[in-house]
C-alpha cells in the first residue's frame, strides 16, 4: 500500500480484556518498530523486528504485551488483561533496511487509540 | 542510554517571521536525529535527518535544521512560518551502529502560528 496501515482506529476495551492491534507496513520494507504514546508524551519504543526476527523488545512495558511478525509482513501487537495505565496510542512504523546503513527514517501509521474502561 | 529534551512545551510565532524549535541530544557515539511533525489525529509525518554532511539539512515544507555537534543540538528552522505550520513537532534520536535502530523522542513543542 502507499503508507503504513493500523487497524483498528479506535478501540475500547474493557479493563481485563484481551486486544490484538494490526499494522501493515509498507510493501518491502523490512524493518518494523512498535511505539507507545500516552497523552501529552511523545512515543515511546515498545520493540522491533527485522523481517520475522523480533531483534528489540526491551520496551515492553510487561509480560502482558505480546508482538509478532510471523510471515516478514503483517504485524500484531497483543496486549492480554488489559489494564486503565494501557490506554494510549500505539503507533507502528516501518524502514527500509539498509544492510548496516541503517539511516533510512521511519514512516509511521496514524496509530490505534485504546482505551480500557 | 539516549535522550532527547524539547525544552519547550509551547512556542508561538507570528505568520511571516521566521520560527526556531529548539532540540538538544544525548547519545554515545555519532547521532542520527530526525524531526517528526504529528497533526491532529494523524501519525508522525517525517520531515528531515541528519545522518552525515553539511550540519545544515533541509527537509519538507521549507524546514531545515541545523546539527551542532558541540553544543548537542538539532534545533528546526523555517525562515518564513506559515499558519499551516501549526502541529506539534518531535526531535528524535538513534544511534549510529547496526543493533541500535530504535528513535528515542522528546516529549514535543506545540507549535502555533498566529496570523
Known amino acids: 500500500g502507499a503508507g503504513v496501515s493500523q487497524s483498528p482506529r479506535y478501540k475500547v476495551a474493557k479493563r481485563g480484556q484481551d486486544v490484538a492491534l494490526r499494522c501493515d507496513p509498507i510493501?518491502?520494507?523490512?524493518?518494523l518498530f512498535w511505539y507507545q504514546q500516552a497523552l501529552g508524551q511523545g512515543p515511546e519504543f515498545l520493540t522491533y523486528f527485522q523481517n520475522e526476527a523480533q531483534l528489540d523488545k526491551s520496551g515492553l512495558p510487561s509480560d502482558r504485551f505480546f508482538a509478532e511478525r510471523p510471515e516478514g509482513s503483517v504485524s500484531t501487537l497483543k496486549i492480554q488483561r488489559t489494564q486503565q495505565e494501557d490506554s494510549a496510542v500505539y503507533l507502528c512504523?516501518?524502514?527500509?533496511?539498509?544492510?548496516?546503513?541503517?539511516?533510512?527514517?521511519?514512516?509511521f501509521g496514524q496509530g490505534t487509540r485504546l482505551t480500557v474502561v | 542510554a539516549q535522550s532527547v529534551a524539547q525544552p519547550e512545551d509551547q512556542v508561538n510565532v507570528a505568520e511571516g517571521n521566521p520560527l526556531t524549535v529548539k532540540c538538544t541530544y544525548s547519545?554515545?557515539?555519532?547521532?542520527?536525529l530526525f524531526w517528526y511533525v504529528q497533526y491532529p489525529n494523524r501519525g508522525l509525518q517525517f520531515l528531515l535527518k541528519?545522518?552525515?554532511?553539511?550540519?545544515l539539512v533541509k527537509g519538507s515544507y521549507g524546514f531545515e535544521a541545523e546539527f551542532n555537534k558541540s553544543q548537542t543540538s538539532f534545533h528546526l528552522k523555517k525562515p518564513s512560518a506559515l499558519v499551516s505550520d501549526s502541529a506539534l513537532y518531535f526531535c528524535a534520536v538513534r544511534k549510529s551502529n547496526f543493533g541500535n535502530e530504535k528513535l528515542t523522542f522528546g516529549t514535543g513543542t506545540r507549535l502555533t502560528i498566529i496570523p
Open positions: 541528519y545522518i552525515t554532511g553539511d550540519n
Open positions: 547519545v554515545s557515539g555519532n547521532p542520527y
Open positions: 510493501s518491502g520494507h523490512v524493518s
Open positions: 512504523a516501518s524502514s527500509i533496511y539498509q544492510g548496516a546503513r541503517m539511516n533510512t527514517e521511519a514512516f
